[in-house]
């Protein structure tokens, strides 16, 4: 059994919102200085997914596929250190500013280059855009099944078996493969990598193909092929309104509170 | 400009108040640039007239067994052919677990792109201008798509339902589905739906909603004494969804639901963007934490700072000395 899992660097998502700048002309974020690049947390999930499936299914080969810049290789290191069998790399500057047609449009052609992938995995959305388009759009250029929001995968005889989260509730879903499912953090916690992984890791193949090694014209990938033109970005704006509700005790608090939203009509 | 489509889903057999939104948006934007809205209704019929007199100039209607509920591999051919068949430029979608499981796909089947999870859709020199949160909500962006129809799903309540017009009229056309194989290849074995021993979350005005700060479960049943005081419901930010505090259908926020209740009592939140996109439109925030810097007393209006344990009992004696 085969297993991609496509994996998203981003500068990490725990930092305060006062870390986020805007660089208008380049119509980008850029978080202050010192913030980490790390594995976009719903692709570890993902990865934790693949591995998990690997404890049922021992033969699986799992690889951990970015695109990305050079230093993307340190989210494959990550997958590798987990426990992954070997990484991809698809980078070109042709690649650069890709929206999620360009991106789903190359780690597709990746996952034909590979050849007889059963399962592809990624997380339900990237920390930074926020989209979640990439892991619909992979299967549907590859003309298999999506299945999203995973908080279960399970193969058995050939068929994936994906509980799926809802708005009030999950649902069984199934479908032979091969397939595409993106996975939510009801997964649960992806595992820490081990001081012996993270060794062994060092010496896991990483692969790095660019357009030409994918058949892509440059034109087709990255901003050039793109169906999103980001037209401007900004930092919302948040009006500090807020009145504290004063008391020397949480009863007096409590009768000011309500007496204000008993005032405002709001109970 | 031609069309703007909204696809419309149903709940319990009736419209949403997203869906009728959507419709209202469609008819401001059509309006501007001399155009029709159509909406796509998939499943069982029967909210038609709701819908024209919403705004709708056109109705595509779907009726087949396996539409009722959403099936992605039966509802994708399907939209895919009334998108073609209406000709749009613009195709919205309620933003919630349907439509952001929905709407990708139906772009790239379309050949086109999508914007998920808008806050605004508007229409500028005869583009579609879309503005989203990103960034955990702590950037936002302001998109066009180079390709047709643009696609977006859009977050409930950033638009009012527009005023019923019982004089309007609509023509309707029936669209003859293909729910065989091969179309559908995955295979719905079992759907568990979370006990809903309150009104749905996108319904309630009022809601009180716990985070990270209530350190337990036990923080909860406290939350739902004032929900029940209140006549409202309970909400969570994803963490103690995540630790099993409450149902993960509580979960209120980007990758939760949206909600857009008159109030909003958020206990022990933190109030980091992606809870604040599912919570932001509420009419009123009350902020209760230990926390003075909590980003939350950015978003209240109302902020109480102090231990909730010993502040939501006396709000619920306070609460109930007003009821009675």
Known sequence: MRIVVCVKQVPNPDIAASQYRVDEQARTVTPVAGVQWVMSPFDEQAVEAALRIREVHPAAKITVMSLGPERARNVLKHGLAMGADEGVLLTDTAFTDSDGYTTALTLAAAIKKIGNVDLVLTGRQAADWDSGVVGAGVGELLGVPVISCAKEVRIEDGVVRVERVLDDGTEIIEVPLPAVVTVSNELGAPRTPSLRETMRAARKPVAAWSASDLGLAADAVGAAGARRVVERMFIPVKQNRCELVAGSSPEEQAAGLALRLREAKLI | ?324
């Open chain 2, 1 to 324: 400009m031609s069309c703007v489509l909204v696809v419309v889903e149903t709940v319990h057999g009736k419209t949403t108040g997203p869906a009728c939104e959507l419709l209202g948006l469609a008819r401001r934007l059509a309006d501007q640039a001399g155009g029709t809205v159509a909406a796509a209704l998939l499943g069982r019929g029967g909210v038609a007239e709701e819908l024209i007199s919403r705004g709708a100039d056109k109705l595509y209607v779907a009726e087949h067994a396996a539409l009722g509920e959403y099936h992605a591999d039966a509802w994708v051919p399907v939209l895919a052919r009334i998108c073609r068949q209406a000709a749009c430029d613009a195709v919205l979608i309620c933003h919630n677990a349907v439509g952001a499981d929905l709407a990708p796909r139906l772009a790239f089947r379309l050949g086109t792109a999508v914007a998920t999870g808008c806050v605004d859709v508007a229409l500028s020199a005869g583009r579609f201008v879309l503005t989203r949160p990103c960034y955990g909500d702590n950037a936002r962006e302001v998109v066009s798509l180079k390709t047709a129809p643009a696609i977006a799903t859009v977050r409930p309540g950033c638009y009012d339902v527009p005023a019923s017009d019982a004089s309007r009229s609509a023509t309707v056309e029936q669209v003859q589905p293909e729910c065989d194989a091969p179309a559908i290849r995955t295979r719905i074995v079992a759907r568990k739906r979370d006990a809903a021993d309150g009104m749905r979350l996108e319904d309630a005005k009022i809601i009180v909603a716990g985070g990270r700060g209530l350190n337990g479960a036990e923080g909860f049943r406290v939350l739902g004494k004032l929900a029940q005081a209140l006549g409202g419901a309970v909400g969570a930010s994803r963490v103690p969804c995540d630790l099993g505090w409450c149902p993960r259908s509580w979960q209120i926020g980007l990758t939760g639901r949206t909600v857009t209740p008159e109030l909003y009592i958020a206990v022990g939140i933190s109030g980091a963007g992606h809870h604040m996109a599912g919570c932001g439109s509420a009419k009123a925030i009350v902020a209760v934490n230990t926390d003075p810097e909590a980003a939350i007393f950015r978003d209240a209006r109302y902020g109480v700072v102090g231990d909730y344990r010993r502040f939501i009992p006396a709000f619920i004696s306070e609460v109930e000395k007003l009821r009675s």
